[in-house]
């Protein structure tokens, strides 16, 4: 039961990550100019990835005020739902969820950090806005892996169209290696999209891990599980971490709640501090 669990959610994510993939690339084979996940929508219509915003505005010294709203409504949903863009949307995660070994079966508890301190990933966000400050140009989004996952998939529709194949399919995929398969704990530690989204939702309770203490092994029976720890993408022990580093780190993949033997962790639409924690 647990395996099928853990794989149902598994299973949804990937399907979920896939739809939006098939159908940005579909949209940009029909030629109906809707953009990627860095910047999407049609008219007047868009949204903007709020780091991208963020370089382009610094690189350019001004406010860029027709973009300003496109980018805050992806800010408002990152302060309600924090990182789970991380969990559902990026494509970049796609690659990392097919290469990843199963956490559930590990132990102890991984430490998804990689040594590196916590405030790597701030460090690295704010390098990247001084940077594009510093040069006059959006510095991450020339590496960004969801805009370059992106650009590798129209690299390729473009090499079906022509039979002509571009140094963008050489180099897209080395750098790619590198940030996800090289850089093993580049989500975690070193990614500033990831930073900055957790910064945003900081405060956000919503589909949080919750734990039944009447369920959970370790409350109700001193057991040393973990097991939700160990299927946690970013390390988070929900038992043990406090609200607002859950709160900040959370990708609401839900892998927790697939792990828990007796299915103690659900993820309820509003968590309060205690129940995140179960206290």
Known sequence: MLAKATQRIRTIR?????????????????????????????????????????????????????????????????VLLGRSFCGWGCPAGLARSVFKRDRVKSAPAPDNGGGLPGWTRYAVLGGTLASSFALGFPVFCAICPVGLTFGLLFALVRLVETRQPTLELLLIPAVLAVELLVLRKWCKSLCPLGALLGLLGSRSKVLLPFINTEKCLAATQGVDCHACARACPEGIDPRQSAPAVIAEDCTRCAECTGACPTGAVSLPVLAGEKAMVGR
Do not use: D, H, K, W
């Open 14 to 78: 990937f399907s979920t990550r896939t739809a939006v993939i098939l159908f940005i690339v579909l949209a940009g084979v029909a030629r109906l100019g809707l953009g990627t996940t860095c910047s999407f929508g049609a008219g007047e219509i868009t949204i903007m990835c709020p780091l991208g915003y963020l370089q382009l505005s610094l690189a350019n010294r001004t406010l860029m005020p027709g973009l300003l709203i496109s980018a805050g409504v992806v800010a408002v949903i990152a």
